[in-house]
């Protein structure tokens, strides 16, 4: 199988290569996360290894958001630097023919070169969550049960409204978040919503970036106000804090899935990329 040299990127000038844009979406159930673990089903392994079973070549890819085990995405984005001949004689096929070699609980739902600066985790502007629960004596409903969690107490979807309109803005969500050396946990919350239809529960999640855990223990606190043993307030609270809150549970990983991520303009991306290292640094 031909080697892929990641350190050769796709330019504009040239240089044999070109910058892929993959559109992914996955049934987390039964999968240990995005990134490759030896032993494991990932989301990673199984697309490079559809990949290049298709392609005949080794491929790395890049991703907009490293989910969880047991996250699903219905928009998850991520990117990889191929020959430029190669992806050409494949594109037009290439999904047909991924469908045939991939799992049943993965699919590329999209394919195409993209500008070079274009980077699938460092130029995103947000990503999008949505949480599903319901509170339902039944539990989910069959065919959402993959994506539904089942909650055993009733909830005041009102009190978690209240209480998730104070996390917003940017903070240090570091309460929130299981910290990776190196990296920041200060975030900018874009939207935390929570709204009841009928037994179902959506919380709807946006920020620039999430760390890791930040959604399910961010659902996780509105849930213990939600269950009336917290104030409205309390979530908002923690944010004080600099370290991991012992006391905030995180919601069961197969109600979260990823819908959507958003990039600015092309002639944006470089930029947006530039200032994403830098805050991530």
Do not use: K
Request: net charge neutral; charged share 25%; with cysteine.
């Amino acid at each position: 199988m031909e080697h892929l040299h990641i350190d050769e990127p796709a330019t504009g000038t040239g240089g044999g290569l070109v910058r892929v844009r993959l559109e992914v979406s996955y049934d987390g159930t039964a999968l240990h996360g995005w990134a490759r673990q030896p032993g494991q089903r990932t989301v990673q392994g199984e697309l490079e290894l559809g990949l290049a079973t298709v392609l005949r070549h080794d491929v790395d890819l890049t991703v907009a958001g490293r989910t969880d085990a047991g996250v699903h995405a219905v928009g998850q984005v991520a990117h990889t630097d191929l020959p430029a001949e190669l992806f050409a004689a494949h594109e037009s096929r290439l999904l047909r023919r991924l469908r045939g070699v991939l799992p049943a609980d993965v699919a590329v739902t999209g394919a195409r070169v993209v500008r070079p600066e274009f980077d699938a985790r460092f130029a995103a502007l947000a990503r999008h969550y949505v949480y599903r629960l319901t509170d339902a004596d039944s539990g989910p409903p069959p065919l959402r049960r993959a994506d539904t969690a089942a909650w055993p107490r009733r909830l005041d979807a009102s009190a978690m409204r209240v209480a998730a309109a104070l996390l917003l803005g940017q903070h240090d969500f570091a309460a929130f978040c299981r910290r990776r050396e190196g990296a920041t946990t200060i975030r900018t919350l874009l939207d935390l919503d929570v709204c009841r239809e009928g037994a179902v529960i959506e919380v709807q999640a946006s920020a620039d970036a999430f760390c890791h855990s930040m959604v399910r223990s961010l659902v996780g606190a509105l849930i213990a106000v939600g269950e009336g043993r917290r104030p409205a307030g309390w979530p908002a609270s923690l944010l004080a804090m600099t370290s991991r809150a012992n006391d905030v549970p995180v919601a069961p990983a197969g109600g979260l899935t990823l819908v959507r991520v958003d990039y600015p303009p092309d002639d944006d991306l470089a930029a947006r990329a530039l200032v994403t290292r830098a805050r991530r640094s």
